[in-house]
């Protein structure tokens, strides 16, 4: 799953540029101008997609952008941590269970599942591996 969501900027009556994602309707910023915008937009959709891990909430896979909207890209490591979240759920193996399979304490799988705990990629990779998933990091132009 690739993490980048379609965005609506658009210009609001108090003379700022509102942003919106239809794929998480709790996600909506502002910036003063369009460039602002959408570097809280990015911002906006890091804390989205944390709070729905934290949450226990699905993380939707992202819609095909529309004629008019921004693809905005979830930062590398909240996107792995993303990535985690959503095999976890879906192997149906207890924190435990993935410790005693990544050879680590539970403390560590708990950690690793944390949104907001800095994790190294090469061990959320191993833990994806595990859960039978790869972890792929891929640059576009801008």
């Known amino acids: 799953m690739r993490f980048a969501y379609p965005a609506r900027l ?5 003379g700022e540029w509102v942003v919106s994602f ?7 910023t502002s910036g003063a101008d369009e460039t602002d915008a959408m570097v809280e937009a990015a ?6 997609i ?7 909430e699905r ?12 693809r905005v890209a979830l930062a590398p ?8 979240a959503l095999a976890f759920r879906e192997s149906g193996l207890t924190r435990l269970a993935l410790a005693e399979r990544l050879g680590v ?3 560590v799988v708990r950690r690793m599942l944390d949104p907001r705990h800095g994790t190294a990629a090469s061990r959320i990779h191993k833990a994806l591996r595990v859960l ?9 132009s801008a």
């Open 10 to 14: 658009r210009p609001d009556p108090a």
């Open 22 to 28: 239809r794929d998480l309707p709790e996600c909506m």
């Open 43 to 48: 911002d906006a959709l890091e804390e989205a």
């Open 50 to 56: 944390a709070g729905r891990i934290d949450d226990g």
């Open 59 to 70: 993380i939707p896979t992202p819609s095909t952008c529309r004629v008019g909207e921004r």
């Open 77 to 84: 490591d909240m996107a792995a941590k993303a990535a985690l």
């Open 105 to 107: 304490h539970e403390k």
């Open 132 to 140: 039978g998933r790869e972890l792929v990091v891929e640059t576009r």
